[in-house]
C-alpha cells in the first residue's frame, strides 16, 4: 500500500507564509510527477503546481512568482511553500503523485490539508 499525507496547512493572515509538506509512505519503488491541487468551496479542484522527478517546476497563473514546489527524492517528500498570501488562496490543499509500486503506476491522493488566509 501507498499512502500520502499533507501536513502544514492553518490559518494565516493576508500577505503571510505558510509551508505545505507531502510524505510519501509504504512499497514504494519510484515517485514520478508530483503535484499540489486545491479545491475552494463550490469550485473545481484546480492543479497548483508540479514537479517532475528532476525537478522540472510549472505552476498556475493564480501563484507563480508567490508559491515554490521542491522536493527531496530521497525522502519521498514534496513541499509547497506559500508566501504573500492572499485570501483566494483558501482552499483544501492536496497532493497526488504518479508512483511505482508492485510493479505498476498509479496515481495517488492524499486526504488534503485546510488553507485558510483571513484577517
Known amino acids: 500500500q501507498v499512502q500520502l499525507v499533507e501536513s502544514g496547512g492553518g490559518l494565516v493572515q493576508p500577505g503571510g507564509s505558510l509551508r505545505l509538506s507531502c510524505a510519501a509512505s509504504?512499497?514504494?519503488?519510484?515517485?514520478?510527477?508530483m503535484y499540489w491541487y486545491r479545491e475552494a468551496p463550490g469550485k473545481q479542484r484546480d492543479l497548483v503546481a508540479a514537479i517532475t522527478s528532476d525537478a522540472s517546476t510549472t505552476y498556475s497563473d493564480s501563484v507563480k512568482g508567490r508559491f515554490t514546489i521542491s522536493r527531496d527524492n530521497a525522502k519521498n517528500t514534496m513541499w509547497l511553500q506559500m508566501n504573500s498570501l492572499k485570501p483566494e488562496d483558501t482552499a483544501v490543499y492536496y497532493c497526488?503523485?504518479?508512483?511505482?509500486?508492485?510493479?505498476?503506476?498509479?496515481?495517488?491522493w492524499g486526504q488534503g490539508t485546510q488553507v485558510t488566509v483571513s484577517s
Open positions: 497526488n503523485a504518479d508512483i511505482m509500486w508492485s510493479g505498476v503506476i498509479q496515481n495517488h
Open positions: 509504504g512499497t514504494i519503488f519510484d515517485i514520478y510527477t
